[in-house]
């Protein structure tokens, strides 16, 4: 049969669902990212997968060229500006633990796998897989997919690295609370600031509100987006974030526009479809090579996290442990957040109250950190330095 565009996105999605089903065995511990990896590298140096499978199907230049900025102005729509005011302490120690993985990274990485392995994997360690699309872009305009190869990766080991940091230190300071009867004095505290619903634009008539106008609005503010990235020292994922936070507010895009617009499910696999195209140009050699970068990286970005974590807790009045547990939100992002914060808790020795009170308390923090990490600040994050990586 005829490698067709149809046939080589067919082969694709086969490998994402079987890799699914995989990660699906494992209760999630092993991300699919993991599996699909491991099948897209053995089909391409085994010879049963053609080199340009993702060229094949045209969607390459869809994703970087439309897709990625308005995904990026997608995220923007769901971030909930009263929520990270009221956990403004979560906020802060998510994202100065972010800090210290770059620290980490760029000084104590670039001395031992050199600059170009160190730069490119502060992204994919500090965020999901819209920092390592970034990452690989620039690499393949460098003609050095195999580090696209290297973020992608990472991406893919960060659940496996982050879940049980996450969840030993949720039990840990739960029963610390418990013990000395503090999850109430816990749940009273928080932050007061609030901004009121600010609708300076009207509500679309139901006749007009159609997936079109959904699109052409989210396609609008990239466009705006991208005009800022292009004429000022801002970065244009940057500015598709920002815009997509503040016209959200103001009610001109609707929360998710690309879920309403049913589009969401296809963009986010258009994303996926980057992961081959590094691999394609990665030999076996080269993944060797980079075994040793992968693991001491991801050791060097979880004692940034640590370090800088606990410490800002301390300045919040945070315990060591739910600090490192917030900060590892990076590892994470959502759902995962959610499902470890609810599975930590309902293994805990305690009564169902102690429990709902655990919950009320671990959720909001886990949840928020991981938006703050992986929705918003690692984007940011990858645009300072990404164009560094390989100048």
């Given amino acids: 049969m005829a490698w067709t565009a149809v046939y080589c996105f067919m082969v694709m999605m086969a490998i994402f669902v079987i890799s699914e089903i995989l990660s699906h065995v494992t209760k999630g511990y092993v991300s699919f990212l993991v599996f699909a990896s491991i099948l897209f590298a053995a089909g391409f140096w085994s010879g049963i997968l053609p080199s340009d499978l993702v060229s094949q199907t045209g969607i390459s230049a869809l994703t970087s060229g439309i897709v990625m900025p308005l995904i990026i102005t997608n995220l923007g729509t769901t971030i909930n500006i009263n929520d990270m005011l009221k956990e403004w302490k979560t906020v802060l120690i998510s994202l100065v633990g972010l800090i210290g993985i770059a620290v980490f990274c760029c000084t104590v990485g670039t001395a031992l796998f050199g600059k170009i392995y160190a730069y490119s994997a502060v992204g994919p360690i500090a965020g999901g897989l819209v920092a390592a699309a970034m990452v690989q872009e620039e690499a393949n305009a460098a003609g050095m ?136 140009a990665l030999t076996p050699s080269e993944f060797v090579e980079m075994i040793a970068p992968i693991i001491g990286l991801m050791i060097l970005g979880v004692l940034g996290i640590a370090v800088f974590s606990i410490i800002s807790g301390k300045f919040v009045k945070y315990s060591p442990a739910i600090s490192f547990a917030i900060g590892v939100t990076a590892l994470l992002g959502y759902p995962n957040t959610q499902i470890i914060a609810e599975e930590a808790i309902n293994t805990l020795d305690c009564s169902d109250k102690e429990k709902e009170m655990a919950l009320k308390y671990v959720l909001p923090k886990m949840v928020v950190g991981g938006f703050a990490t992986v929705t918003v600040a690692s984007v940011i994050l990858a645009s300072i330095i990404v164009p560094y990586i390989f100048a």
């Fill in 145 to 280: 997919a195999q580090i696209g190869a290297f973020a992608m990766v990472l991406i893919a080991v960060q659940n496996m690295v982050g879940m049980p940091i996450a969840t030993w230190c949720i039990k840990h300071d739960v029963r610390t609370k418990i013990k000395k009867a503090g999850l109430e004095k816990e749940l009273k505290e928080g932050g007061h600031f609030k901004i009121p619903d600010i609708k300076l634009v009207p509500d679309v008539p139901k006749s007009l509100d159609t997936n079109q106008m959904n699109f052409f609005k989210t396609a609008l503010t990239a466009s705006a987006g991208l005009l800022i990235g292009t004429f000022t020292p801002i970065p244009a994922a940057v500015a598709y974030l920002v815009l997509g936070v503040i016209l959200q507010t103001v009610n001109f895009l609707p929360k998710a526009p690309l879920g309403k617009a049913g589009g969401a499910g296809f963009f986010m696999v258009c994303m996926m479809t980057m992961a081959p195209t590094s691999f394609a």
